[in-house]
């Protein structure tokens, strides 16, 4: 779990990409079933280096089992995307993208507290996982600037 230096692919320096991802405060995770159906779905999230997570949480949810986690079992792999819009200034439009090998763990401390470090609403009842780890080996980019 060393993380290592993604590639970047298009776009403005990988810095900026990076902290433009690390500081949004939503963003989402997009998985493919065993089959190639597509599956979307917003999260919470933590980067640190170039490492994703995110957790099942307290949240309320019909099954902690649930498709997201279903796909990345099958098939390893997870895109995230975060972005910023604003209907009013088009010079200010960016988006960040990361692509990487994905695995769903039982449990994870330093997934907890990097959540945590990051939501205070995690500080207050920390997720209790599964978590969602992913190793990003692609980082795309594009802002209006």
């Given at each position: 779990?060393?993380?290592?230096?993604p590639?970047?692919?298009?776009?403005p320096?990988?810095?900026?990409?990076?902290?433009?991802?690390?500081?949004?405060?939503?963003?989402?995770?997009?998985?493919?079933?065993?089959?190639?159906?597509?599956?979307?779905?917003?999260?919470?999230?933590?980067?640190?280096?170039?490492?994703?997570?995110?957790?099942?949480?307290?949240?309320?949810?019909?099954t902690?089992?649930?498709?997201?986690?279903?796909?990345?079992?099958?098939?390893?792999?997870?895109?995230?995307?975060?972005?910023?819009?604003?209907?009013?200034?088009?010079?200010?439009?960016?988006?960040?993208?990361?692509?990487?090998?994905?695995?769903?763990?039982?449990?994870?401390?330093?997934?907890?507290?990097?959540?945590?470090?990051?939501?205070?609403?995690?500080?207050?009842?920390?997720?209790?996982?599964?978590?969602?780890?992913?190793?990003?080996?692609?980082?795309?980019?594009?802002?209006?600037?």
């Amino acid at each position: 779990m060393n993380p290592k230096p993604p590639s970047v692919n298009e776009g403005p320096a990988e810095a900026d990409l990076l902290r433009r991802f690390a500081t949004a405060r939503i963003a989402r995770l997009a998985t493919v079933s065993a089959a190639g159906r597509p599956h979307l779905v917003p999260i919470t999230f933590a980067l640190v280096g170039s490492v994703v997570v995110s957790a099942v949480d307290h949240k309320p949810k019909a099954t902690i089992e649930l498709q997201r986690l279903r796909n990345i079992r099958a098939t390893g792999r997870a895109s995230v995307l975060v972005d910023e819009y604003d209907d009013d200034d088009w010079s200010r439009l960016w988006w960040v993208r990361l692509d990487g090998s994905a695995r769903v763990l039982p449990q994870c401390e330093r997934a907890t507290e990097w959540l945590a470090a990051k939501y205070r609403q995690y500080r207050d009842h920390p997720p209790g996982g599964p978590f969602v780890w992913i190793d990003t080996d692609t980082v795309r980019g594009w802002n209006h600037g």
